[in-house]
Every structure is written in structure tokens, then in C-alpha cells.
């Protein structure tokens, strides 16, 4: 949550687009076995102390760095000042289609955008609407995934 709370706005849509590169990449590797298997298990990178990383230790970590992010985000969609909810939307703004993916992690940012939409500052509530309508898509769409890796409706 701290960097989020000391990145300009431009700085912000920057870290956006690291994180949606990184975040689709990761999301690939947990979701889709195959990718997992070509992409990354047994590649020199991708062990620890000469030994391969398996796929139910990266779902583990995978599963730690997206609760990271998503209690991160919703701090700063809570936030009193105003510069640390509009990163924050930014930010989620430039992850939706790749963060959230799982479905708990959703429904708590679908909460707390939802709570913005009604803030009296216009700008806020337009970013927030936009955020959650783009959000409501990538759900609706199947995006969001249940733990076993089946779509959450």
C-alpha cells in the first residue's frame, strides 16, 4: 500500500502498465497448466537453489501476491486523501482485464468501488463508475476464477 500512496497520478498509470504486463503473464502461468509447464517450469529463472519451482508452489505464491495487491488496493480506495484513491484507480483501471482474477478478491474491490461511486468530488465518481463498469465486465465475462480454477458466475 505505501507505494501507493506516494506515486503521482502520471507515475500511477505507469505502474499500471508494468503491473498489467506482469499480472497477465502471472495469470497465464496460474490458470493454464500448459503455459505453466512451456513458459516457466524448468527454466533456470524459475527455480530456487537449483530446484524447480511445481505448480502447486506457484499457485501458493501466485494466490499470496494477489492478496498483497488486492488488500493494497483497497486501502487506498479507503483512503482519506484524495491523491491515494485516485492512484489506486488508475491503477486498477490499467489492471482490470489481467487483476482481480480471484473471484473473494472481486467482490471486496467491487464493494469499496461501489462506495466511491456515490463520493461528492465529480472526478472521483466518474473514475470510480468507469473502474466499476469495467469491472462488472470482466466478471461477468468470466474472468474471475474460483480457487479449483473454474469460472466464478
Known amino acids: 500500500a505505501g507505494l501507493l500512496y506516494s506515486v503521482t497520478e502520471g507515475e500511477a498509470g505507469n505502474l499500471g502498465v508494468m503491473l498489467r ?16 509447464e512451456d513458459e516457466a517450469q524448468g527454466k533456470k529463472a524459475f527455480m530456487i537453489g537449483g530446484k524447480r519451482i511445481h505448480k502447486k508452489e506457484f499457485n501458493a505464491v501466485y494466490s499470496k501476491w494477489h492478496d498483497v495487491l488486492w488488500k493494497a488496493c483497497e486501502a487506498g480506495l479507503m483512503a482519506k486523501e484524495y491523491m491515494h484513491i485516485r492512484a489506486t ?3 486498477l483501471s490499467c489492471v482490470v482485464k489481467c487483476f482481480p482474477r480471484r ?5 471486496g474491490l467491487l ?6 461511486r456515490g463520493d461528492s468530488r465529480q472526478d ?4 470510480a463508475n468507469a473502474y466499476h463498469a469495467q469491472l462488472c465486465k470482466a466478471r461477468d ?3 474471475w476464477r474460483k480457487e479449483d480454477g473454474g469460472v466464478w458466475r
Open 21 to 36: 504486463e506482469v499480472w497477465t503473464l502471472l495469470s497465464r502461468w496460474r490458470w493454464d497448466e500448459k503455459a505453466f
Open 89 to 91: 484507480l488508475v491503477i
Open 103 to 107: 473471484a473473494e478478491a472481486g467482490k
Open 111 to 116: 464493494e469499496r468501488v461501489t462506495v466511491l
Open 124 to 127: 472521483v465518481k466518474a473514475m
Open 141 to 143: 465475462g468470466g474472468e
